[in-house]
T-cell receptor
């Protein structure tokens, strides 16, 4: 079964600085999708970024980018120019094309200091 | 597009009572999912609908849980004879079959006393 591990329960970053959140996963599949979701204190999960395993190019969405290392089964999220509104729980998630459920990590709580 | 909505947002019930939650997905999404999230954990998959058909159920979904999506639009999740261990956030998500990402609602927080 696929598992997702986020080894950093909490992280903090100074406003305007850069922070990287780590995620590793375990799978025997070659084709899959990886996601980062943000869950602010209001608790609604918001999609931050998506990566297809067959794509070598790392996904980027404005200040958010990923470092996808397929061989190492690593999928880290880099947040540049951190803003106070980035403070939230961040979840890494895995989905294989043949399954309908997403597997989530335990999350990383990000604090942004002004 | 109003996003995924869930009602109620909070529910407090006594052990042994039945509760029902509702989810309204994004209108053009024919896939709907239920997840459970306990404090300090990521969401765990419960069940999946494609249109009105319930196609997948997790082992987490005991026989006290039942989910329906009668007309392929909104869905309900019922928990019978609630137990304290059922206290959690229940999340609903929907997706377009052409894309792998799921869009989540705000959740229903259940507290069983």
């Amino acid at each position: 079964a696929q598992t997702v591990t986020q080894s950093q329960p909490e992280m903090s970053v100074q406003e305007a600085e850069t922070v990287t959140l780590s995620c590793t996963y375990d799978t025997s599949e070659s084709d899959y999708y990886l996601f980062w979701y943000k869950q602010p204190p209001s608790r609604q999960m918001i999609l931050v970024i998506r990566q297809e395993a067959y794509k070598q190019q790392n996904a980027t969405e404005n200040r958010f980018s990923v470092n996808f290392q397929k061989a190492a089964k690593s999928f880290s999220l880099k947040i540049s120019d951190s803003q106070l509104g980035d403070a939230a729980m961040y979840f890494c998630a895995y989905r294989s094309p043949g399954n309908n459920d997403m597997r989530f990590g335990a999350g990383t709580r990000l604090t942004v200091k002004p | 597009d109003t996003g995924v909505s869930q009602n109620p947002r909070h529910k407090i019930t006594k052990r042994g009572q039945n509760v029902t939650f509702r989810c309204d997905p994004i209108s053009e999404h024919n896939r709907l999912y239920w997840y459970r999230q306990t404090l300090g954990q990521g969401p765990e998959f419960l069940t999946y609908f494609q249109n009105e058909a319930q196609l997948e159920k997790s082992r987490l979904l005991s026989d006290r849980f039942s989910a329906e999506r009668p007309k392929g639009s909104f869905s309900t999740l019922e928990i019978q004879r609630t137990e304290q261990g059922d206290s959690a956030m229940y999340l609903c998500a929907s997706s377009d079959p052409l894309f792998p990402e799921q869009y989540f609602g705000p959740g229903t927080r259940l507290t069983v006393t």
